[in-house]
């Protein structure tokens, strides 16, 4: 009898997070095939669970993926994780599952954590309708027509994002989605968990002020009638504010906001003396 592939997820912080069935199919498993074998290898000491393990990550999968399930075929019980969370969820997978679907092999899943479940239940945005997006293009151009594409989306928007393209990736959500409302949540469920709440002006404001560390989940509100959907200038009027609380010269900010929002220099220009004029006090 062919034997079964079991998803099993695996904490995405705190070790307790894992479910007590996932720790008795990982004791059982007559194979682990592991992300990163290392790193499972602390999960498993930390558990006293002795098993084999077998590297399966985004570089071998196409090879891994045949004699895994050739192992399969031949009656053995292996067990999927990934570094943290669900396996296939942003994490190698995918290639295992359909092959092992194409050869009849039984597939069962093991819940437990992911993160962009885990930012979506605490963000405080809609919940009963949301779209995962994964890692936005690290590219800024494929970046921006991915944000184009989903400018109009009315489900809240579930993006994952490394901390060095973080600032990027949020000033370009203000210019296309305009000042809507986002969580950033980070290191869900570690020591130094984190959520970030506000509009996009606002978290980036906090990013700014403190560079965040370690895996970042962020979800943005929807298109609807509780978002705010600001035109191009107003855009370019919020970032003019935020340049302008870093100190930065009217005529500095006319030349780096037209470049940034293909904008006539001379209309950023009228636009950031305005708005120096309103915040002057009247004497």
Excluded: C, W
Aim: aromatic fraction near 6%; avoid cysteine.
């Amino acid at each position: 009898m062919p034997g079964t592939l079991y998803i099993v997820a695996t904490p995405i912080g705190n070790l307790e997070d894992i479910t007590l069935r996932g720790l008795r199919i990982l004791k059982e498993a007559d194979l682990i095939a592991a992300e990163d074998t290392r790193h499972t290898k602390k999960l498993l000491t930390h558990y006293g669970i002795d098993r084999p393990l077998t590297s399966y990550h985004e570089h071998n999968e196409k090879t891994k993926a045949h004699a895994l399930v050739a192992r399969l075929e031949q009656g053995e019980n292996i067990a999927l994780v990934s570094d943290a969370g669900t396996p296939t969820i942003s994490d190698p997978g995918y290639r295992l599952v359909t092959e092992a679907i194409k050869a009849g092999i039984s597939i069962v899943p093991i819940p437990g954590p992911s993160a962009l479940t885990a930012v979506l239940s605490a963000s405080g945005l809609p919940t009963d309708r949301f779209v995962f997006e994964s890692f936005l293009p690290a590219k800024k151009g494929e970046r921006r027509e991915r944000l184009r594409k989903l400018r109009e989306e009315t489900r809240t928007l579930i993006f994952y994002e490394a901390p060095h393209r973080l600032l990027e990736s949020l000033a370009d959500l203000l210019e296309i989605f305009g000042d809507r409302e986002a969580v950033l949540g980070r290191e869900i469920s570690k020591i130094y968990e984190e959520f970030i709440r506000g509009r996009l002006s606002e978290v980036i404001a906090q990013v700014e002020h403190k560079e965040p560390r370690g895996e970042v989940t962020l979800a943005v509100r929807g298109l609807g009638k509780e978002a705010v959907a600001v035109s191009g200038e107003d855009a370019i009027k919020t970032e003019i504010q935020r340049l302008q609380r870093k100190g930065l010269r009217v005529k500095e900010i006319a030349e780096l906001l037209g470049e940034k929002f293909s904008y006539s220099k001379r209309e950023v220009y009228r636009l950031a003396l305005e708005s120096r004029v309103k915040k002057e006090p009247i004497s």
